[in-house]
Every structure is written in structure tokens, then in C-alpha cells.
């Protein structure tokens, strides 16, 4: 399989507590986004890499998220002490070359927070 | 005033139809526009990727961008109950993201 894959698929946690999620993009792909959404909206952008620089941030990226993508790789998004607000699908985009170009996404990272 | 803005639907049409699906965007200098369809609970699909004004065709499937009117729209012909998805048009922002519609709703019925 050579598209996007994210890891975990389904993630439920209790408020409070940390919760990582993995991002494999295409391999020849260097820039790789992170998106959130919820039900009945599109996707809203968090932040992009390009190979391993992060190069914007969102507003919604508060204080208790982080993303990395420390050898141009794979990417992980952390959010410390989850609040349910939190709740939603995570959803990790890659594409090749500068702006102008397709994203391809994974399948998601469904968090729910309880 | 939403960047891209579609109409969340839902759309329901009978199997055969032609099924159009359209979105606005606010600013004439945007020149990339990407359509992706997305099933319950799975992650966004591309579908057709646009640049500029005209069309672009794809099997079942045609991508207009009128830039005068700001209108970009997803033909569908024969649309087929497989076809029952959500459909997100998104922009692409000065090379750095993709800005999304909040996609609509469409239910093809056999």
C-alpha cells in the first residue's frame, strides 16, 4: 500500500490524559499536513511540514498540541490533557513539491475523548 | 464571509441523474481547486484537481472553475448509488494548505 497511512484508527481517551497519533505520508512526498474535523464540517488545517521543517501553525493548534516530523518522514501529532473538545477525526494529508499540487489524505484518526 | 462555501445539502437524486455540485470562493487570485468525496467515517478521496478557468474531465466525472463568478462546480453523470458520499471542494491557499468547503451531503438512490 503506497498511500497515506495513519495509526491508530480509533482512539478513545479519558480527559486529561496525552494521546499520540502517526502519520506515514507517500514516500517520495515532502510536505505533510494535519488536519482536524468534526462532524458536518470540512476539514480545517492545524499545521504543515515541509521534509522536516514545520512551517505554519494554525490558530486552532493551542498550547497542547505538538507535531513533529523529526527526519522528514513520518509525522506525530501530540495532545497533552485531552479535553472533549478535543473529539474529533484527525486526518493527515501528503503531497509533493511546492503549492499547486494534489494532497492525498489517510483514512483518519477518529479521537473520541470521555 | 466563509472562504469557500458550498450548500451541506443533502442532495438525494434517483440513480442515472446527473448530479452537479457547486462552491464559491472569495478571491479571483486563487487558481487551484481540488474536489475530494469522502464516505462516512473514512478520510477525504481526490477526485479531480483543477488550475484556473475551464473544464476537466474524467470518466464520469467533470470539474468546472469559472473564475469571473467565482464558482467552481463537480458534474457527475450517471450518477450510481456507490456515488453516495460527501463532497468537499477545497482551495489551495498561496501554496501552503488547502482551504475546504463544509462539503455536501449527496444520497443517489437506486
Known amino acids: 500500500d503506497t498511500g497515506v497511512s495513519q495509526d491508530p484508527r480509533h482512539k478513545i481517551t479519558k480527559r486529561g490524559q496525552n494521546v499520540t497519533f502517526r502519520c506515514d505520508p507517500i514516500?517520495?512526498?515532502?510536505?505533510l499536513y494535519w488536519y482536524r474535523q468534526t462532524l458536518g464540517q470540512g476539514p480545517e488545517f492545524l499545521t504543515y511540514f515541509q521534509n522536516e521543517a514545520q512551517l505554519e501553525k494554525s490558530r486552532l493548534l493551542s498550547d497542547r498540541f505538538s507535531a513533529e516530523r523529526p527526519k522528514g518522514s513520518f509525522s506525530t501529532l501530540e495532545i497533552q490533557r485531552t479535553e472533549q473538545g478535543d473529539s474529533a477525526m484527525y486526518l493527515c494529508a501528503s503531497s509533493s513539491g511546492t503549492g499547486g499540487t494534489e494532497a492525498f489524505f489517510g483514512q483518519g484518526t477518529r479521537l473520541t475523548v470521555v | 464571509q466563509k472562504e469557500v462555501e458550498q450548500d451541506p445539502g443533502p442532495l438525494s437524486v434517483p440513480e442515472g441523474a446527473i448530479v452537479s455540485l457547486n462552491c464559491t470562493y472569495s478571491?479571483?487570485?486563487?487558481?487551484?481547486f481540488m474536489w475530494y468525496r469522502q464516505y462516512s467515517r473514512k478520510g477525504p478521496e481526490l477526485l479531480m484537481y483543477?488550475?484556473?478557468?475551464g473544464n476537466k474531465e474524467d470518466g464520469r466525472f467533470t470539474a468546472q472553475v469559472d473564475k469571473s463568478s467565482k464558482y467552481i462546480s463537480l458534474f457527475i453523470r450517471d450518477s450510481q448509488p456507490s456515488d453516495s458520499a460527501t463532497y468537499l471542494c477545497?482551495?489551495?491557499?498561496?501554496?501552503?494548505?488547502?482551504?475546504f468547503g463544509p462539503g455536501t451531503r449527496l444520497s443517489v438512490l437506486p
Open positions: 483543477t488550475y484556473s478557468s
Open positions: 477545497a482551495r489551495d491557499n498561496y501554496g501552503q494548505n488547502f482551504v
Open positions: 478571491n479571483s487570485a486563487f487558481q487551484y
Open positions: 514516500s517520495e512526498h515532502n510536505r
